[in-house]
Structures are given as C-alpha cells and as structure tokens.
C-alpha cells in the first residue's frame, strides 16, 4: 500500500523549538528510519509497505508529536493494491511515459 500523509503539530508553542518544520523534520525522520520507501514533498510523505507497518510508522509519526503539543492534526490518503510494490516511483513512471508518447 501507498499512504500520504500530512502531520503537524497544533496549539502548545511551537515556536520554541524551531516551529511546525522542526516537528514535521521528526516526524520525517521516524519514516525514514522505518526503512520503508518513502518519499517527502512540500504537501506530504508517501511510504509504501504493508497495512501494518506503514500504520505503526504513521502511529509512532503522532506520537512523537504527542509529546510536545496538545493536538496532532493528521491527513492521511491510501491506495491499497495487495500484490503490488514499487509503486511509490512505478505510477509516476506510467505517468510520465503517457507524456513521452504524447510529446507533452
């Protein structure tokens, strides 16, 4: 499964260490200790892996944040297609071959 997700931190004082970046940084930073494929942008982190370990990662991802602020605010959307992986970079290659063959 692929599952983006967007996390931050809400109320409390963010701006005592470093802000809503440097929570989102630890939360990135568990992702990509998990070892899972992952991929972070402006909007969001993408993991791929199994159900419940790409939720344990997400899980640990909000209780991190726990830990210093009175709410998590957490968006989360999955594409679950059992039996297929590599898909964190296979749907973008489809994606860019339609625009090759195009000529886009």
């Known amino acids: 499964m692929l599952a983006a997700f967007s996390i931050s931190p ?19 930073a568990i992702v990509r200790a998990s070892g899972l ?3 972070t942008t402006a909007m969001f982190t993408t993991i791929e892996g199994e159900w419940d370990e790409v939720m ?8 991190r944040l726990a ?7 957490l968006v989360v959307k ?7 992986t590599g898909q964190l970079t296979a ?11 195009s000529g886009r």
Do not use: T
């Open 37 to 39: 494929p992952n991929e």
């Open 78 to 84: 999955c594409d679950i297609r059992p039996g297929h």
């Open 91 to 101: 749907k973008l290659e489809r994606v860019e071959q339609h625009l090759r063959d």
């Open 10 to 28: 809400m109320g409390g004082d963010q701006s005592a260490d470093g802000g809503v970046a440097a929570a989102v940084a630890e939360a990135v």
């Open 67 to 73: 830990e210093s602020a009175p709410r998590v605010s």
């Open 56 to 63: 344990g990662v997400i899980k640990a991802c909000v209780d």
